[in-house]
């Protein structure tokens, strides 16, 4: 495939696109897609090793790289020890990317096709990508989901793998997703009782709020009736290191305003640009099971009973009768819940891997529980873990982590 390049101030930007096949597993099945790829150098980097960044979702596309405030804000940390792989993760970007045109094709081809998404794909993805660069290993950087599909590369092809760093992606292994979301209840509970301990007024105006929503009196500007469960999911911005900000900006305007409305749907969780982020989202934490709407069946009686408790990474069935955007993907959300998904991870092949590098491990971290991610750490021997309550789960946005994993790694004194 023939590459794209450009100059952005002192970065060399290289875009690729190779056509790889949709069934990785089946060399009869001819259908094909594409997976783009970026390859970021700094004036200097030609010759540095590579590190391929694994976003988190599913369903979201890589960054696009710039300089100048520099964005992604760890590019920089990246950037002094290797050249930058960036890639659109199939399905997303310029990935042959999956949207709403795509409900045109019927239900169950439409559900098959996303059954192709996964993190084993992804990881065979990547390493045609590698193969078509000429190098022999490469180094990743997963990123949540993007560290759980590191951790499905361990389980398959480590030998190509150099160093290997995660933040807030070390996920559960050979547990049920219902194992998984039971904790995140646990510590969406604690984030809401800290927040209200913080702000105790907004207690009573999250009450007053989900009291409305009840009555139909929360709408967004594109029609949205927003539910109480999905007011509710505003507790996902607690699972951020600055996401309470906006929370209490929030809680601090009038419900009827055009300023309330308006920031509303802009903080909600699963908004539609990416439909796949709904729609696969519990099969992330599928290591060989159904997933059935896994959140919304272990949703906790006092969760049941307090609308005021504040949820997170939790899908909900009825958005799909009540957001405008979801309505659509309706059939096919319910199919791909009752789809048994195949097992992704081996431990003993984890245990064998040999993997060197470094992992975030957030105390705090609302969607990746710190208690599973010791477990898989464990598994890791050669991986050493950082376990910090500095950070909240995006603590990759501030630069200083991966140079402190990069650095961890190395053998390097860290301050």
Known sequence: MPVTSRQLLNLRIDDLTLSV????????????????????????????????????????????????PTSPT??????????????????????????????????????????????????????????????????????????????????????????????????????????????????????????????PGHRDAMRRLTDLAADGGVVLPDGEVVSVSRLRSLGMLLGSNDGWQTLWQLLELGPRTNAFRHDLAAALPFNVRNPMYYVLHESSYADGNVTDWSAERTEPDDFRADPTLLTGEHVRREWLDTVPGLRPWKDVALALAKHEWPTIYDADALAASEARGAAAVYVNDLFVPLEYSLETARLLPGVTPWVTSEHEHSGLRSGDVLKRLIDLAHGRRVR
């Open 74 to 199: 760890w590019l920089d940390a990246a950037l002094e020890h290797h050249r930058v792989v960036l890639i659109d993760q199939r399905g997303t970007g310029s990935s042959t990317p999956v949207g709403d045109d795509d409900l045109a094709r019927g239900t169950d081809e439409l559900v098959e096709h996303l059954t192709h998404l996964r993190a084993d794909s992804i990881v065979r993805d990547c390493e045609a990508v590698r193969e078509h660069l000429g190098a022999a290993t490469w180094n990743v950087l997963g990123q949540s989901f993007g560290g759980f599909t590191t951790l499905a590369y361990l389980s398959t092809d480590a030998s190509s793998l150099e160093h290997v760093y995660f933040t807030g992606g070390l996920s559960a292994v050979g547990r049920h997703p219902d194992e998984v979301y039971a904790l995140t209840y646990v510590k969406q509970r604690e984030a809401s009782e800290k927040y209200y301990r913080r702000f």
């Open 21 to 68: 096949p949709l069934v990785w597993s089946d060399p009869a099945d001819e259908r094909r897609i594409d997976v783009h790829a970026a390859v970021v150098t700094r004036d200097g980097g030609e010759d540095l090793p590579y590190l391929v960044f694994l976003q988190g979702g599913p369903g979201s596309e890589a960054p696009r790289a710039f300089h100048s």
